[in-house]
């Protein structure tokens, strides 16, 4: 199937996928079911590099978390993660997938909108991290760059301004529109964490931080 990393691929990159459905070892491209529980054992267990070139996260439900636990081991110097171009800019939201939080019991409605986080959250996390928001493809990713890695004197758009139009509300549109239903009130307040009312910083709140 094709990915994410297909033109990584044709560049000469090497590297490992993990799919939940599909399995190619001769291609590198393993069977997994990705959460922020198990991700940093699934890394171990394929012997994925310390400090990747590049990890990609894609999984349309807790990508955010996926991240935060990821890189309390691992340390990639670039980090791609989709966002859900159905939050507005304004939004600082991602599905909850903290412990004992619905989305880890039950999962929202397949055709809903409510999966993954918006750029603004994509970017709390990131910074909570050492990392810097480099880049966002109009509608899909958020492009994360390790902060000791970026060159003095870059400029970065730490207000993500430039990005205020990537959204299904102002300027994603067809056919890289909406594609789900707008969740009901109680669905979004059942699923998801609205982290610009919570009442401690990001990482404070964080369920990762755990001494290992």
């Avoid at 297909?6 to 291609?27: A, C, M, S, T």
């Avoid at 991240?67 to 171009?85: H, S, W």
Wanted: glycine share 4%; net charge neutral; hydrophobic share 40%.
């Amino acid at each position: 199937p094709d990915s994410n990393s297909q033109y990584l691929e044709q560049l000469g990159w090497h590297g490992i996928k993990f799919d939940i459905n599909h399995e190619v070892p001769d291609r590198g491209l393993f069977r997994e079911r990705i959460s922020p529980d198990n991700v940093v054992s699934v890394f171990e267990r394929h012997k994925v590099p310390r400090e990747p070139g590049i990890v990609m996260i894609d999984i349309d439900s807790c990508d955010f978390w996926v991240f935060l636990a990821l890189t309390t081991r691992y340390k990639p110097r670039v980090v791609q993660i989709e966002y859900n171009r159905h939050f507005t800019f304004s939004d600082n939201l991602t599905l909850d997938c903290r412990d004992n939080m619905p989305a880890l019991r039950h999962a929202p409605p397949a055709d809903s909108d409510i999966y993954g986080a918006s750029i603004k959250a994509i970017a709390a996390a990131a910074e909570a991290r050492g990392y810097a928001v480099a880049w966002v493809e109009r509608c899909f990713d958020v492009f994360l760059v390790r902060s000791d890695l970026v060159c003095p004197g870059t400029r970065l758009s730490k207000d993500l301004a430039a990005f205020a139009g990537f959204t299904v509300h102002t300027g994603c549109s067809d056919p890289w529109g909406a594609f789900a239903k707008p969740a009901s009130a109680i669905d979004r307040q059942r699923y998801l964490l609205d982290l610009q009312a919570q009442p401690t910083s990001l990482r404070d709140a964080i369920p990762f931080e755990k001494k290992k």
